[in-house]
């Protein structure tokens, strides 16, 4: 078995950590529902959704983007 080419593990891993970012915001938004402090799935529909894609993308920026070993590490 042959050694993984460093660009595609780095790709692996942005496209990792870019899932995991929206996961976690997801995972945020569904507690802050059940908080009763946004409206309920069946009002918001697939907001959630959209939500959580433009609050991974901030989380990820701020926070995997800049660690050291990560994406943004030269």
Excluded: C
Excluded at 8 to 28: D, K, N, P, T, Y
Excluded at 41 to 47: D, E, N, R
Aim: charged fraction near 15%; charge should be neutral.
């Amino acid at each position: 078995m042959s050694a993984m080419a460093p660009e595609s593990r780095e790709r692996l891993f942005i496209i990792w950590l870019a899932l995991s970012s929206f996961g976690i915001m997801f995972a945020v938004l569904s507690w802050i529902q059940e908080a009763e402090l946004i409206p309920p799935a069946s009002k918001m529909g697939p907001l959630k959704g959209v939500l959580a894609v433009l609050t991974g993308i901030v989380l990820y920026w701020f926070i995997a983007h800049n660690m050291t070993g990560g994406p943004g590490d030269r």
